[in-house]
């Protein structure tokens, strides 16, 4: 299983190299129409986003609002964009609050007399605050949360190695069991 991803976004569950994608109008907060402005988006520009603030400043924050950008980032959509879901996390509301003026410089720049792509005023894109990253169990805990289920790992993988070593017959091998047994 494959986690959602921003980069390739997708309605429903989809089949990619053999792994099945995860739909992202399975995440919690995050509807149809919100998956469907992403892939509008980033066919639009041509490319991937690169970042949280890439992602905000090119979907529109009446579709993909402050709950759908938190379900994203919680569920691990923009973990292919590097940074960790703490630090997306605690910049959601300067990523979207970015957007919304980048948007709005595009937008006053077009409607202008001289407008154009070379007169549109330069925002710069802010620095990401260097946040510890969240615990694996308090990671996993949100996106099973907004996902439902458990996609980048489990909880309980720490314990394998101790599972593989202290048990002698391991679930799924109870054929081998029943040879055992027969007396």
Same mark, same amino acid.
């Given at each position: 299983?494959?986690?959602?991803?921003? !980069?390739?976004?997708?309605?429903?569950? !989809?089949?990619?190299?053999?792994?099945?994608?995860? *739909?992202? @109008?399975?995440?919690?907060?995050?509807?149809?129409?919100?998956?469907?402005?992403?892939?509008? @988006?980033?066919?639009?520009?041509?490319?991937?986003?690169?970042?949280?603030?890439?992602?905000?400043? %090119?979907?529109?924050?009446?579709?993909? %609002?402050?709950? @759908?950008? &938190? *379900?994203?980032?919680?569920?691990? +959509?923009?973990?292919?964009?590097?940074?960790?879901? +703490?630090?997306?996390?605690?910049?959601?509301?300067?990523?979207? &609050? /970015?957007?919304?003026?980048?948007?709005?410089?595009?937008?006053?720049?077009?409607? @202008?007399?001289?407008? *154009? +792509?070379? !007169?549109?005023?330069?925002?710069?894109?802010?620095?990401?605050?260097?946040?510890?990253? /969240?615990?694996?169990?308090?990671?996993?805990?949100?996106?099973?949360?907004?996902?439902?289920? $458990?996609?980048?790992?489990?909880?309980?993988?720490?314990?394998?190695?101790? $599972?593989? !070593?202290?048990?002698?017959?391991?679930? *799924?091998?109870? &054929?081998?069991?029943?040879?055992?047994?027969? /007396?």
């Amino acid at each position: 299983m494959l986690p959602p991803d921003v !980069n390739s976004p997708t309605v429903s569950f !989809n089949v990619e190299g053999g792994k099945i994608r995860f *739909g992202m @109008s399975a995440i919690k907060n995050v509807g149809k129409a919100a998956v469907e402005e992403m892939i509008k @988006s980033r066919n639009a520009l041509g490319r991937d986003f690169t970042g949280i603030f890439d992602f905000c400043a %090119n979907v529109d924050s009446h579709i993909v %609002n402050k709950r @759908s950008l &938190e *379900g994203l980032v919680l569920s691990g +959509a923009f973990d292919s964009c590097g940074a960790n879901r +703490a630090t997306l996390f605690d910049s959601i509301e300067t990523a979207l &609050e /970015w957007g919304h003026k980048v948007r709005n410089s595009r937008l006053s720049t077009s409607d @202008s007399l001289f407008g *154009g +792509a070379e !007169n549109e005023m330069k925002i710069s894109e802010p620095v990401l605050p260097d946040i510890k990253p /969240w615990s694996a169990e308090y990671k996993l805990a949100k996106e099973r949360e907004v996902l439902g289920c $458990y996609v980048t790992g489990h909880p309980l993988s720490k314990y394998e190695f101790d $599972y593989r !070593n202290f048990a002698s017959i391991h679930l *799924g091998e109870t &054929e081998a069991l029943e040879d055992i047994m027969t /007396w």
